[in-house]
């Protein structure tokens, strides 16, 4: 999509938490976004991660199965994908699949028997949040826990330690509260919160003296006060994106580290686009090597996959 194709357009009434952070984080980053820009191939990380959301998926949505067929057939599974997917991308020790099927095993040992029962895997949604606006998303499923009702679940894989800072922002975080909105919305009532099943790729090695979890859960409630003050903060972001489509200005960030990176970063994509010297419109990121364009409209509350009949 070219600059005044994007621009005719008008803008969204269809908003997400990857949009909503981008915009927050740099609106020039947004406005690459929405014209289609992205990786020219799935970075390795992200490959490890989407294998390691197919295994739990498939785990749990075979929990009737026999053992030991259920703990292959989801490594099976998961392991079809990251070959089918892996591609040119040169993954770090904690991205290849050797790494991760020892984390699977790992998770499999620990995680023998649950509590609840995983109602459906991956499931989009998308919901009115004013008279003429969207709000939507993909949750990576839904559960039913005695004792507590419905709750979203989250997987997150990270390559780093599971340290208490990083266990403690998901009371923080927007994605998570907007999970809990969109499936209160979905199932047609209040659910207790999401469930945060956290892993570190971070193997121990033979002489490891970690402090910290390779494995850690938290439970995540937000008041009904949150999600008002929630929907009051995404329609702020709607109104926000409308004024700068009077602007057309989308400039960068004024931090830095959302341009180079830090601990637990990566550098932005665009990065290298921005200190071209001409202005942002001309440009054409196709002229790096590592940019390409989406396949498919971004449209994430399009996404279900796995449920439980």
């Known amino acids: 999509m070219t600059d005044n194709e994007l621009r005719l357009q008008g803008p969204p009434i269809e908003l997400d938490n990857t949009m909503r952070v981008q915009f927050r984080e740099c609106p020039r980053k947004l406005y690459w976004f929405m014209r289609g820009f992205t ?80 109602i459906s895997g991956e499931t989009g949604w998308l ?51 907007g999970i809990i909105w969109g499936l209160s919305e979905h199932i047609g009532g209040e659910i207790f919160g999401c469930l945060m099943n956290l892993a570190s790729k971070v193997l121990p090695g033979p002489k490891s003296k970690r402090t910290t979890p390779q494995f850690t859960r938290r439970l995540e409630k937000r008041s009904q006060a949150r999600l008002i003050e929630f929907k009051d903060e995404v329609l702020r972001d709607f109104d926000l994106l409308e004024a700068e489509w009077l602007r057309w200005s989308w400039p960068m960030s004024v931090n830095p580290i959302e341009c180079v990176g830090g ?42 996959k796995g449920e439980d009949k």
Request: charged content about 25%; overall charge negative; aromatic content about 16%.
């Open 127 to 177: 919901w009115p949040i004013d008279s003429r606006r969207m709000y939507g998303g993909s949750l990576d499923g839904y559960i039913e826990w005695p004792g507590y009702g419905t709750l979203a679940i989250e997987q997150k894989t990270v390559g780093m330690y599971l340290s208490d800072s990083y266990i403690a922002q998901w009371s923080f975080s927007p994605q998570v509260t």
């Open 263 to 304: 601990i637990g970063r990566k550098p932005c994509l665009f990065k290298d686009v921005c200190t071209l010297p001409i202005h942002f419109t001309q440009v054409d990121p196709l002229e790096f090597s590592y940019i390409g364009l989406r396949a498919e409209k971004w449209e994430p509350w399009k996404r279900t």
């Open 39 to 118: 990786w020219k191939g799935k970075p390795a990380y992200f490959i490890s991660g989407s294998s390691w959301h197919i295994f739990i998926e498939e785990y749990y949505l075979t929990a009737e199965a026999d053992r030991k067929e259920r703990i292959v057939g989801s490594i099976e599974k998961a392991q079809a994908f990251y070959r089918a997917n892996i591609g040119e991308a040169i993954p770090s020790d904690k991205d290849k699949w050797d790494s991760i099927e020892q984390l699977m095993l790992l998770y499999a040992d620990i995680y023998r028997t649950e509590p609840w029962k995983m």
